[in-house]
């Protein structure tokens, strides 16, 4: 998949990202402490604000502020309380407003410490602050590591649904220590889950069937690598997603619909897995499909114990899809699995929605 070990035998994977800006995924073990090290290969700050939230600054906060220290950078902890429901537009001013009144200037640094919800706003603020400082992610969940920290897409969301402010800003440097998932708790590590199944769905059998047994755990660095791999391919051909990378909101459509129903309950990934199975049973059902791969996808889902069902009505779903960002004009691309490791995209007009997801679900 193109990624390169680099250093010894055991040593971290490195992978580049070639878009606006091309930067490095450094994929290993116990990398935080070297943090402040691997960060000055690529910036020199005199100061960096840590962003990360309550339940992770506890964890990891001051051991990447100590190796900032050590290479002479001055670290300041910004956390703010974990979930969804901080990602906002009134978490992100806060932020901005404590960065101002430290002076942190256009030569300093955030860096994003946590999972996709601290990685998508502090993305975000790093590219407003003084009209854009440079931003590291450091992703801790699963789901960050292999999806979120990679690509440069930031974002907070609205009242009216998720990530409708955002912008596209890459980060300097993605630097993941796989160790840091050893804190995940169980039910986050699953979420992560339905992300790494999605890429296998996407293009990735060997990957596919790698994971469907439940036993990932045992294989996170090739499993983080590939997923990032896959990931740095589509970015590279389509940064702004006006096209191919459209491809990785497989299960995404009906996904952000359940989430929004839910109030954010329901986590991203129970929602995303929800969002597969029902697109691959509803293409099927529509001929869109040579062949219903749903039951895989489900069977692997339940593996890590995610949901499979969608507990809402056609209808509902409908109406919160129809105000989706992905919606253009009147159509919608919806990413259609073939079969595992074959999908493409179909562009559907926004009327005929209801009858598309009313056939399965
Ligand atoms: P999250 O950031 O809320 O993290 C999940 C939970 O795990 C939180 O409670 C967090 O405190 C905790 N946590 C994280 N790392 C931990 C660790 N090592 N030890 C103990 N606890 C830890 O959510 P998430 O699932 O990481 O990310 C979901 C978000 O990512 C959503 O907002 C979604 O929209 C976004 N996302 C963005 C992209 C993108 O390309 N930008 C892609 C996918 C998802
Ligand atoms: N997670 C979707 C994207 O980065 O495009």
């Given at each position: 998949?193109?990624?390169?070990?680099?250093?010894s035998p055991d040593?971290?994977?490195v992978?580049?990202v070639?878009?606006?800006?091309?930067?490095e995924?450094?994929v290993?073990?116990?990398?935080?402490?070297?943090?402040?090290s691997?960060?000055?290969?690529v910036?020199?700050?005199?100061?960096?604000?840590?962003?990360?939230?309550?339940?992770v600054?506890?964890?990891?906060?001051?051991?990447?502020?100590?190796?900032?220290?050590?290479e002479?950078i001055?670290?300041l902890?910004?956390?703010?309380p974990?979930?969804?429901?901080?990602?906002?537009?009134?978490?992100?001013f806060?932020?901005?407003?404590?960065?101002?009144?430290h002076?942190?200037?256009?030569?300093?640094?955030?860096?994003?410490?946590?999972?996709?919800?601290?990685?998508?706003?502090?993305?975000?603020?790093?590219?407003?602050?003084l009209?854009?400082?440079?931003?590291?992610?450091i992703?801790?969940s699963?789901?960050a590591?292999?999806?979120?920290?990679v690509?440069?897409?930031?974002?907070?969301?609205l009242?009216?649904g998720?990530n409708?402010?955002?912008?596209?800003?890459?980060?300097?440097?993605?630097?993941?220590?796989?160790?840091?998932l050893?804190?995940l708790?169980?039910?986050?590590?699953s979420?992560g889950?339905?992300?790494?199944?999605?890429?296998?769905v996407?293009?990735?059998?060997?990957?596919?069937?790698?994971?469907?047994t439940?036993?990932a755990?045992?294989h996170?660095?090739f499993?983080?690598?590939?997923?990032?791999?896959?990931?740095?391919?589509?970015?590279?051909?389509?940064?702004?997603d006006?096209?191919?990378r459209?491809?990785?909101n497989?299960?995404?459509?009906?996904?952000?619909?359940?989430e929004k129903?839910?109030h954010?309950?329901t986590?991203?990934?129970?929602?995303?897995?929800?969002?597969m199975v029902?697109i691959?049973?509803c293409a099927?059902?529509a001929g869109?499909?040579?062949?219903?791969?749903s039951?895989?996808i489900?069977?692997?889902?339940?593996?890590?114990?995610?949901?499979?069902?969608?507990?809402?009505?056609t209808?509902?779903?409908?109406?919160?899809?129809?105000?989706?960002?992905?919606?253009s004009?009147?159509?919608?691309?919806?990413?259609?699995?073939?079969?595992?490791?074959?999908?493409?995209?179909?562009?559907?007009?926004?009327?005929?929605?209801?009858?598309?997801?009313?056939k399965?679900n």
């Amino acid at each position: 998949m193109g990624t390169s070990a680099n250093g010894s035998p055991d040593g971290p994977g490195v992978i580049t990202v070639t878009a606006s800006r091309s930067y490095e995924v450094i994929v290993g073990e116990n990398l935080l402490k070297d943090a402040g090290s691997y960060i000055c290969r690529v910036v020199s700050p005199a100061a960096a604000v840590i962003v990360s939230d309550d339940n992770v600054a506890p964890l990891y906060g001051q051991a990447v502020a100590a190796s900032l220290e050590k290479e002479g950078i001055s670290a300041l902890l910004w956390t703010f309380p974990h979930g969804e429901d901080s990602k906002n537009a009134s978490t992100l001013f806060s932020l901005l407003e404590f960065m101002a009144e430290h002076g942190i200037t256009r030569s300093d640094l955030i860096i994003a410490l946590g999972g996709g919800v601290t990685g998508d706003m502090a993305g975000f603020a790093a590219s407003i602050y003084l009209r854009g400082i440079p931003y590291v992610q450091i992703p801790t969940s699963l789901l960050a590591a292999v999806d979120s920290s990679v690509g440069g897409k930031t974002a907070v969301d609205l009242n009216a649904g998720k990530n409708l402010a955002g912008t596209f800003y890459q980060p300097r440097l993605v630097l993941c220590d796989i160790r840091t998932l050893d804190t995940l708790p169980d039910s986050e590590f699953s979420c992560g889950m339905a992300e790494v199944i999605k890429y296998g769905v996407l293009c990735d059998t060997e990957l596919f069937d790698l994971v469907k047994t439940g036993d990932a755990r045992r294989h996170l660095d090739f499993i983080i690598r590939r997923c990032v791999s896959i990931k740095r391919d589509l970015v590279k051909k389509d940064e702004y997603d006006t096209g191919s990378r459209q491809l990785l909101n497989l299960g995404h459509t009906l996904g952000h619909a359940v989430e929004k129903l839910s109030h954010y309950t329901t986590s991203h990934g129970n929602a995303v897995g929800i969002g597969m199975v029902a697109i691959a049973r509803c293409a099927y059902a529509a001929g869109l499909a040579p062949s219903d791969c749903s039951d895989d996808i489900a069977a692997a889902l339940s593996a890590y114990g995610l949901p499979t069902s969608c507990p809402y009505e056609t209808a509902q779903l409908c109406e919160v899809i129809r105000r989706d960002k992905k919606r253009s004009g009147q159509g919608i691309n919806l990413v259609i699995p073939r079969q595992i490791g074959d999908t493409y995209l179909y562009r559907m007009d926004i009327d005929q929605l209801e009858v598309f997801f009313g056939k399965c679900n």
